[in-house]
């Protein structure tokens, strides 16, 4: 046993490999050297600092140092039964286990178990013997000849990969109905955390019938339905769920298991969406034409939420209960839909908004079917296969423009729309200019705004390009001067002042 005194503490580990774990308790780790004592260690054996971070320093070899720490943790952590063959990874506390796997992360740390002079006499060693000294590498040497496996840990009981947590060696060892000891179940039992990533092992900790009963597979689709359920795979219910697996095939697919075990009532039907309990109001329609548009689009917005879930369950993507739920819940939205967009149309109609009315009339037929049936059905107007050209103009005909209108209406918009890509192709220049920097006057840094805005502002309003080597470059110039003030297109001072110069020329 060895030991680190404090002036206020003892902590203890049956190995020399567990004391690293110890020097991370908070009290050790900021203490001075000088106040830890180790105990129960060799001569020459002492704790020291590299980096500082402790480390411990002991007499010997790189390959007999890494020897025997592992020969004490495989005797320590009873590794060997007493024939001397290996026991399973299952059949080992998981604390031993775990200062073996600690060990050899450890050793990628070389400085904190050897000294310089050591790591010096291995590297020569290994370079007379033709290779490179690696500590990790003969750490996983000397363990897979005294442990019979390397970093990545032996084989899963009934698996064919291999694993070092050992977690999961208990979980398979279980669903094989291996005897595993009670020691090592204990600690998982009072350890909620320890099946974490293995949550479909927790039956198989707690119900002792179920083990070797399912099949993995099968164990870890149900445990899952039944997690994301809110359920627990207990003693009344393990008989029907071991029952049930048999129904399952091999690889049980989620919507399988899911259907399996709503039908035989261990999950229930899925609840509707709290929106459901709140009512809502739906309004009132103000024109014939909006009644017809809210009923349409309901309806098309319900078709369209059955046919993807008519999709899903047809590829094996949900279960059965799912479809059913989703179907109820689109038969339910169609009723709470609103009048707000019909009326909405029909308003825009009444006022005669017409780019409105263009935004949701003039559209590829694939876009906003309902809303053209609706206004086919009421006002006769068709939207539906025809050309942009007509559908432009059935709008403007219901809103009392002629043609001559129209196309008053369309310059202007093509203007306004002008307006509106300058206005923010200026802001856009603007933002990124505002991140340059540029040298002002009296060496001030000002943005690459301030440097445009008070390069126009002295006359050079004039943007020239000339080639210096193979980069094209930019300035602002004024007349014939030769003076300029550069521009730049990568930090956006050079879209800002052509933005800037055709706004004033507008």
């Not at 050297?33 to 980096?51: D, K, P, Q, S, V």
């Not at 007379?128 to 496996?149: E, K, N, P, V, W």
């Not at 540029?438 to 020239?464: K, L």
């Amino acid at each position: 046993m060895y030991s680190l005194s404090l002036p206020d503490a003892v902590l203890t580990s049956p190995t020399l490999a567990g004391v690293f774990r110890l020097f991370n308790d908070e009290r050790v780790r900021t203490l001075d050297t000088c106040f830890i004592r180790l105990g129960g260690a060799a001569a020459g054996e002492r704790i020291t600092r590299y980096n500082g971070a402790l480390a411990l320093r002991m007499p010997g070899t790189t390959h007999s140092i890494v020897n025997e720490m592992l020969l004490e943790i495989r005797r320590v952590g009873a590794f060997l039964r007493a024939d001397g063959t290996h026991r399973a990874p299952w059949e080992v506390l998981a604390s031993n286990w775990d200062v073996l796997f600690d060990f050899v992360e450890l050793c990628r740390k070389p400085n904190l178990l050897l000294s310089s002079d050591q790591i010096d006499a291995a590297n020569e060693s290994a370079r007379g013997a033709g290779f490179r000294f690696d500590l990790s590498d003969l750490c996983i040497q000397t363990m897979t000849r005294l442990f019979g496996f390397g970093y990545c840990g032996p084989q899963l009981p009934g698996a064919r990969e291999c694993h070092s947590r050992h977690a999961l060696h208990v979980a398979h060892a279980l669903l094989a109905g291996l005897p595993v000891p009670e020691a090592v179940l204990e600690h998982y039992r009072s350890d909620a955390e320890a099946l974490r990533y293995v949550e479909w092992a927790d039956p198989l900790l707690r119900l002792p019938a179920l083990r070797g009963a399912i099949a993995g597979p099968k164990l870890r689709t149900i445990a899952s339905v039944m997690r994301h359920n809110g359920k627990v795979i207990d003693g009344q219910n393990a008989d029907i769920v071991t029952m049930l697996a048999h129904l399952l095939p091999d690889e049980p697919a989620y919507p399988q298991a899911e259907d399996v075990l709503h039908a035989h009532g261990l999950i229930d039907d899925l609840p509707l969406p709290d929106t459901f309990n709140v009512p809502v109001d739906v309004g009132q329609p103000v024109t014939p034409l909006a009644e017809r548009v809210r009923e349409l689009v309901a309806g098309s917005v319900m078709k369209r939420s059955l046919r993807h879930a008519d999709d899903e369950l047809k590829a094996g993507r949900i279960s059965q209960r799912t479809y059913r739920h989703r179907c109820d819940v689109a038969r339910l939205e169609r009723g709470r839909h609103t009048f707000a967009y019909g009326n909405r149309l029909s308003r825009a109609l009444a006022s005669r908004d017409v780019e409105a009315l263009l935004k949701v009339l003039d559209t590829s037929d694939e876009h906003n079917q309902a809303s053209k049936t609706a206004f086919h059905e009421v006002l006769g107007v068709k939207f539906l296969g025809v050309r942009s050209a007509a559908r432009r103009r059935a709008v403007f005909m219901m809103c009392g423009y002629d043609a001559a209108a129209q196309a008053r209406w369309e310059a202007d918009a093509k203007k306004r729309k002008a307006a509106a890509d300058a206005e923010r192709d200026l802001k856009e220049a603007r933002d990124a200019a505002l991140e340059a920097r540029y040298m002002g006057p009296q060496r001030v840094e000002i943005t690459g705004v301030d440097h445009v805005d008070r390069a126009i502002s002295d006359g050079f309003s004039t943007i020239r390009s000339f080639r210096r080597g193979a980069v094209l470059c930019y300035a602002l110039v004024r007349g014939e001067e030769r003076t300029a003030r550069r521009l730049s297109a990568k930090d956006g001072t050079l879209a800002y002042a052509r933005a800037c110069l055709e706004r004033r020329a507008a």
